[in-house]
C-alpha cells in the first residue's frame, strides 16, 4: 500500500519524480501520442514477438549441464548478432533513434563488469546493444514474464530473488566465479544502485559488482531531453506515463559514456564497500550531482547513518498527518498515546495488536485509518505498540527525549537488569525510528562498557556522539519548521501546537 504523501511526497529526495509539463506540452503528448504511441507500441510488441523464438532456438535441445556454461558454437555466432539487431531496433521504434556514444566499451579482459549510473528505468536496458548484450542480473521472478523470461534466458543471466536468503548467497557465488573466471564467461552488466531514481544524485552503490575485486568500467547514462519523461521512481510519475510520454515524443536523446576502467587497490579488493563507495564518487563528480547514503531496504527508501536506517517517509509524522485528517486534535492523540503506553507496560494483552483494536485504541471510527497506520509499521495484520508510541512520542514532543528514551529502555530491558543486548539495542532503536534495524553494531560498540550497555551510556551517545546526535536532532525531534497559519503561516490549536503545511502536527516539547 502506498503512503499518504500529506508530509514527505513534497520533500526533493532521489525516489521522487513528477513529469513537469506546461500546458501546451500537454496538449502536444495527447495529440502526437494518439498517433505514436499506438503505432510504436505494436512495431515494438512485434519485434518482441520475433525474438521470442529465437531466444528460445539459443538453448533448445541443450541439457541443465550444458546451460549451466557459457554458450557458443553457432548458438552464439548465429542467434547473438540477430537478438542484438533486434533489441537495438526496438528501441528505436520506442523513439531511440540515435543514442550517442562517448568513449570505448572495454573488452572482457579489460573489465569483467560494467556498472552504469544513474538507474533511470526500465528503458535503461537501452545500454545492452552497446555493451554487446552484456549479461545483467535479474530477479527470477521475471523470468515467468511472457517473452522476457526466454531474453533472459538467451542472455544467460544471474537470477536472484529478494525474498529467498539462500538464493540471494547462491547469485552472490555464480556471480564472483563468473567475474574471476579470467574470460570463460561473457562480460557482465550491473546496475549498481539497484533501483530506480530521478538522477539529481547517485545512491549508495550496492556492493555486489564489487565482491570479486576485479577492475570495472564505469558507465554514465544520460538522457539529455528538455521532457524528461524517460524516468519512474518508488513514487509519481507511473510507468505507464514514463512509457505514454516518452514514446509520444518524436524521438528521445540518449547518451552513453563508457568511463576509463577502475582498477580496485588492495585495501578495496579487500572491502567491496569501500570500493563501491569510491566508484560512487567517481561516477558522480562525472555526472556533477552527489553521491549519497541513500538505499532501498525492504522496498522503502532509507538513508544510511552510522549504520542505522532511516525512513525517508517518516512513518511516525505520517502516523500523526493522518491522526490530524481524522479529525484528532493534540489532546486526542496525547490521551491516544497515554492508552497505548498503560496497554505496554501492563503485561497483560502484550504489545502487540490487530488494526481493529488499534482503532480502540486511538479513538479512530475509521477502520481504514487504522489499517493504513498499521502498513506504516507492518507487513502483516498486527502491529507492535511499542514502535507507535516510542515514534510517534519522539517526534511529536509530549516529552523530553530523555524521558522518552528511558521508557524505551524499560520497554526493551524485559529482565529489568539494566543492560540491553544487541538484540534488545536493535529493536530499541527499530522502535524510535519506526522502522527495522538491523545493523546496530557500530551503535553497540560506542554505548557498551565491558558488555554492559546502560541506559546513561546510551543517552551520552545518542546525544553527544556527531553521528547519533544527528539522527536524534533530525528523526526523533519535532520539525521546527512548522506550516501555514491564517495570520501569519501557522495553525496553532489550543495547546499551543502547530500544523504544518504538509498537515502534520508538530507539538512543542515540555518536561
Not at 536472484?160 to 573466471?181: I, Q
Not at 525512513?311 to 492508552?339: F, K, N, W, Y
Not at 502498513?375 to 502483516?380: A, E, I, N, Q, T
Amino acid at each position: 500500500m502506498e503512503r499518504d504523501d500529506c508530509h514527505s511526497a513534497t520533500r526533493t529526495h532521489p525516489f521522487f519524480h513528477e513529469l513537469k509539463m506546461t500546458r501546451t506540452q500537454r496538449i502536444r503528448g495527447i495529440i502526437l501520442g494518439s498517433v505514436l504511441f499506438p503505432l510504436r507500441i505494436t512495431l515494438t510488441a512485434l519485434i518482441f514477438l520475433m525474438m521470442w523464438p529465437l531466444a528460445r532456438l539459443r538453448s533448445a535441445g541443450l541439457s541443465a549441464e550444458e546451460c549451466s556454461r557459457p554458450i557458443t558454437g553457432w548458438r552464439r555466432w548465429l542467434l547473438h548478432p540477430i537478438i542484438k539487431f533486434l533489441s537495438r531496433s526496438a528501441f528505436f521504434c520506442l523513439g531511440f533513434m540515435w543514442i550517442k556514444v562517448k568513449g570505448r566499451c572495454a573488452d572482457l579482459k579489460e573489465a569483467p563488469v560494467l556498472v552504469v549510473a544513474p538507474h533511470s528505468s526500465f528503458l535503461d536496458m537501452v545500454v545492452l546493444p552497446q555493451t554487446e548484450l552484456a549479461t545483467v542480473v535479474s530477479r527470477s521472478e521475471n523470468t515467468s514474464l511472457p517473452v522476457v523470461g526466454a531474453l533472459l534466458e538467451f542472455n544467460q543471466s544471474v537470477m536472484v530473488s529478494r525474498k529467498d536468503p539462500e538464493s540471494r548467497r547462491k547469485a552472490v557465488a555464480e556471480l564472483t566465479e563468473r567475474l574471476t573466471s579470467g574470460g570463460y564467461w561473457p562480460q557482465m552488466l550491473m546496475f549498481p544502485e539497484g533501483t530506480t531514481t530521478n538522477g539529481s544524485s547517485l545512491i549508495k552503490f550496492k556492493p555486489g559488482a564489487f565482491l570479486a575485486g576485479v577492475p570495472v568500467q564505469p558507465v554514465l547514462l544520460r538522457y539529455p531531453n528538455k521532457l524528461d519523461s524517460v524516468r519512474w521512481t518508488y513514487k509519481g510519475t507511473s510507468w505507464v506515463e514514463t512509457l505514454w510520454y516518452t514514446a509520444s515524443q518524436f524521438y528521445t536523446n540518449s547518451t552513453v559514456e563508457f568511463m576509463p576502467v577502475y582498477t580496485p587497490s588492495e585495501e578495496e579488493k579487500k572491502d567491496p564497500n569501500l570500493y563501491a563507495d569510491n566508484v560512487q564518487k567517481l561516477m558522480a563528480k562525472a555526472l556533477g550531482v552527489p553521491s549519497t547514503d541513500y538505499v532501498m531496504e525492504g522496498r522503502v527508501p532509507v538513508n544510511k547513518v552510522g549504520g542505522l536506517s532511516l525512513p525517508i517517509d517518516s512513518p511516525a509524522r505520517d502516523t500523526l498527518s493522518l491522526l490530524h485528517q481524522s479529525g484528532l486534535e493534540a489532546h486526542d492523540v496525547e490521551a491516544a498515546l497515554v492508552r497505548m503506553i498503560d496497554r505496554c507496560q501492563s503485561g497483560a494483552q502484550g504489545s502487540k495488536c490487530s488494526s481493529e483494536e488499534l482503532a480502540s485504541i486511538l479513538g479512530l471510527t475509521d477502520a481504514q485509518t487504522a489499517g493504513n497506520i498499521c502498513s506504516f509499521y507492518s507487513k502483516d495484520e498486527s502491529v507492535d505498540l511499542r514502535q507507535i508510541y516510542l515514534s510517534v512520542s519522539a517526534v511529536s514532543g509530549f516529552v523530553s527525549f530523555s524521558t522518552l528514551l528511558h521508557t524505551a529502555f524499560t520497554l526493551f530491558d524485559a529482565e529489568g537488569s539494566g543492560s540491553l543486548s544487541a538484540e534488545q539495542l536493535s529493536g530499541l532503536m527499530g522502535a524510535l525510528l519506526g522502522f527495522p534495524q538491523h545493523r546496530t553494531a557500530d551503535l553497540y560498540s560506542q554505548v557498551s562498557d565491558e558488555g554492559q550497555l546502560t541506559e546513561e551510556n546510551l543517552l551520552r551517545v545518542l546525544t553527544s556522539h556527531p553521528t547519533y546526535q544527528k539522527v536524534v536532532k533530525e528523526y526523533l525531534q519535532p520539525e521546527e519548521e512548522a506550516g501555514s497559519q491564517l495570520a501569519n503561516g501557522k495553525a496553532v490549536n489550543n495547546n499551543g501546537n502547530t500544523l504544518n503545511g504538509h498537515g502534520s502536527i508538530n507539538y512543542k516539547k515540555f518536561e
